[in-house]
């Protein structure tokens, strides 16, 4: 394309730099920070009042991440973003038509994240028809009379878009997906695209599961755990807590990560007196290992190489009954392992022989081991086989199917997992539609449908003329940001369903609604009564919710009931009673049970406690595979990582970013301007850089910077004024903050075989203002 795209950003005066975090996570620095975000949600005895509720049997879950609870979990069982989460949801301020009517389209979109959700809670429902500059109140029933009349003008239900976020409750997620077929269209893009699902696609195809297959459980019987990219200090805090525990009774934890997190290094407990009377913490990772981005798959390569060349002199290295009697393809992954040179391994890995060495020889000396990973895993263009690799190396030693090991990729939003069970799937199973079919008795749509990428293009091309958004913030999460925005402007009709302002309400299509729904920690009253939801958590534990907390307004609606009202407006009531479904939570469950394996008596089992766990066949070392085995993969490393591909377009030097999280973060929602574990307050717009690549570019601490992609598409993609922070990072990597870079990363750049932007692995050039 000759299209030239330039997008800036503007300097921050009022910012500044403190010394690096030398404290323990969590601690005294977590409970100030928790104090401080209740006390600025102006609703401080309501949000109080809701913690004490959170993760608790007969409370809500936690709207923020997806860790599990553990079954001997105490009275007071969040996070400090869990704090952040709630006190957000249960602000006092509020965002109804006065706000719309004093503040115009243009003027907000002038406003950053931070001041567009700290407005506070959505309170009605707002129509923009396109010609006015302001959003204009409008009632339920013509809103949903609206998305009708638009859905059934379109010449093909494939030319409409429905998003999911993993904020939806299985039970909302069931309806919508139900609806969407209804419709005739199995287009589910969702954020499950944009984060773990090199994962599922990785793990079906070597284990026949896309899940995870051990319990929070098994990390109190591992004797190693490796954490790979991923920062549970921010991103899922209740982490540390398993962590902690597993190290203090010996297990060992090694971290593989790029940057060194300080949440992985150590941990002070709040709920622990000694630590915190006495400025304490335990240590959490015994090694560190920094590789170069993209290089884990190389790295697992090597740790394979060693186990190979030792299992010539030592045959207990590997577990040969497990691969005899489990396994699939181990010759030709042999064959594999032993033709990549070292040479490779370590320039890709960017690690000495003897650090992959010293790996190899921490997880052969140990029998029962977990490996558990995140995005810095999964948002590379070889992230599925990088998946496949870490299930390789977990195979060669039995790791899959016995108490304290397993795989385990956490999961980001609280129910992103459950998301997916219950049907939000592009690319659904041809046994589920079966399911579906027989239980409504009408011809399902079979082809596949658009992901999150694809719908971009689907939007630009103009194959897509309605989007429907059940939560999140699609404008801001997606990649290659201006295009982005010109494909929802492109949209006959966006619909946002949500709980507070966000980028996504200003960057609308021709015309626009925005549906107020009520949050996790509020009480959802329908016909029936009150009502719970369930979610599933990343160990496949499927948990109820019940709200706490009053609505923010009388005019809000469940996402369910939204989800139904939208649904009888566009396709009747002949096959399926939405309005009978939405006035009572449990008749959901009960056709959940009917058409998905392992849910029976699910109305039953969700008062369990903590709730009940689905089962996972790979867990008890039964595989759904074509071979009815576990799966060798004997993919190659990549010819080139992401720099070397783009050194042939520049005579620049090239650097390889990551987007990440600052720790006052959660997905795009940025509670604060701080970033407390790496040093950074009242700022957003920097970039973290090495030491030595500084001096070879006569850059300086301080300095600012252009950062320009170097891609082959003819397109520029430029953001200026970010601000250099010298960082511990591995040389030529460079990192910064989502969604602000999104700009930078290509519609086109994603992970093969399942579609992922490689939010983890961009080329750029940095050059100073």
């Known amino acids: 394309m000759s299209t030239s795209t330039k997008i800036k950003s503007s300097k921050n005066s009022s910012s500044k730099r403190k010394s690096a975090y030398s404290s323990a996570a969590g601690g005294w620095g977590a409970l100030r920070s928790s104090a401080k975000h209740l006390i600025q949600s102006e609703n401080a005895a309501k949000s109080v009042k809701a913690l004490l509720k959170a993760n608790q049997p007969g409370g809500f879950d936690c709207p923020g991440c997806a860790w599990g609870d553990a079954k001997s979990a105490g009275k007071v069982d969040f996070c400090e973003n869990g704090v952040k989460a709630i006190a957000w949801e249960a602000t006092s301020k509020r965002v109804d038509s006065h706000f719309f009517k004093q503040n115009s389209i243009s003027q907000l979109q002038q406003w950053d994240d931070h001041a567009l959700e700290k407005s506070g809670r959505l309170t009605e429902p707002m129509y923009f028809d396109g010609e006015s500059e302001h959003y204009q109140p409008i009632s339920w029933e013509a809103a949903f009379n609206m998305i009708g009349s638009s859905l059934k003008q379109l010449s093909s239900p494939n030319q409409a878009l429905l998003y999911t976020s993993g904020r939806a409750s299985n039970e909302v997620a069931y309806l919508y997906q139900l609806f969407g077929r209804v419709l005739g269209t199995n287009n589910f893009p969702d954020c499950s695209n944009m984060c773990h699902e090199a994962s599922g696609i990785g793990m079906t195809n070597s284990i026949g599961t896309g899940k995870g297959t ?21 991103n899922h805090p209740r982490m540390l807590g398993t962590l902690r525990e597993a190290s203090k009774r010996g297990a060992k934890i090694v ?12 941990f002070s407990d709040p709920q622990s007196p000694k630590e915190m009377i006495f400025l304490t913490g335990t240590d959490i990772s015994r090694h560190y290992f920094t590789p170069r981005l993209g290089g884990d798959m190389a790295l697992l390569r090597g740790v394979a190489k060693c186990l190979f060349e030792r299992f010539e002199e030592d045959k207990s290295v590997l577990d040969t009954d497990f691969i005899q009697k489990h396994c699939h393809g181990f010759e030709a992954y042999q064959r594999s392992v032993v033709s990549t040179d070292w040479t490779t391994i370590l320039e890709q890995c960017n690690l000495s022989k003897e650090e992959v060495e010293q790996i190899a020889t ?8 977990i490996f558990t990973w995140a995005m810095g895993i999964t948002q590379h263009r070889h992230s599925v086989n990088t998946v496949q690799e870490l299930l390789n190396v977990l195979m060669l030693r039995g790791n899959i199917g016995k108490a304290g090991a397993g795989a385990c990729p956490v999961r980001g939003h609280s129910n992103v997992q459950g998301n997916r069970t219950v049907g939000i799937d592009e690319k659904p199973p041809m046994l589920f539609l079966d399911a579906l079919e027989k239980r409504y008795s009408f011809n399902v749509p079979r082809e596949h449908g658009f992901n999150t990428v694809d719908s971009i293009h689907a939007m630009l091309e103009g194959k897509a003329k309605v989007f429907i958004a059940l939560g999140g913030n699609f404008a801001a999460a997606t990649p290659d940001t201006e295009r982005s925005y010109q494909a929802l402007q492109q949209c006959d009709l966006t619909v946002q369903i949500s709980t507070k302002l966000n980028r996504s309400h200003l960057i609308t299509g021709k015309r626009a609604l925005i549906l107020p729904c009520l949050g996790r920690t509020e009480i959802d009253h329908q016909k029936s009564g009150e009502q719970c939801i369930t979610v599933e958590d990343s160990m496949s534990m499927v948990h109820s919710s019940t709200g706490q907390n009053e609505p923010a307004s009388d005019l809000l609606r469940s996402e369910t009931a939204i989800v139904a009202g939208i649904a009888m407006a566009s396709v009747g009531d002949n096959i399926v009673n939405w309005h009978k479904l939405a006035s009572d939570y449990a008749l959901i469950r009960q056709e959940i049970s009917v058409v998905i394996p392992d849910f029976e008596h699910y109305n039953a089992r969700i008062k369990e406690g903590r709730g009940f766990y689905l089962k996972n066949p790979a867990a008890q070392r039964q595989w759904r595979t074509p071979k009815k085995k576990a799966i060798f993969s004997d993919a190659k490393l990549p010819e080139q990582l992401a720099h070397e591909r783009a050194q042939s377009l520049t005579n620049k030097p090239i650097f390889t970013l990551q987007t990440l999280r600052s720790h006052d973060q959660y997905n795009t929602t940025i509670y604060g301007m701080d970033d407390r574990y790496r040093g950074v307050y009242g700022e957003r717009n920097v970039i973290f850089m090495n030491a030595e690549d500084l001096s070879k570019q006569s850059l300086k601490n301080g300095d600012y910077v252009k950062i320009t992609t170097v891609s082959n598409d003819g397109i520029e993609r430029a953001l200026t004024n970010f601000k250099i922070i010298e960082y511990s990072i591995p040389s030529s990597c460079v990192a ?10 290509p519609l086109e750049s994603v992970a093969e075989n399942c579609g992922t932007p490689t939010y983890k692995s961009i080329a750029v050039s940095i050059d100073k203002m």
Request: hydrophobic content about 35%; proline content about 6%; glycine content about 6%.
């Open 362 to 369: 921490i997880y052969a000396c140990n029998d029962n081991v």
């Open 255 to 266: 971290s593989i990560n790029n940057l060194k997190e300080r949440g992985l290094q150590k």
């Open 736 to 745: 910064a903050y989502y969604p602000e870079t999104n700009p930078l990363v």
């Open 214 to 234: 051990v319990t929070i459980e098994d990390f109190s019987k591992a004797d190693a755990i490796f954490v790979f990219g991923q920062n549970p200090g921010t």
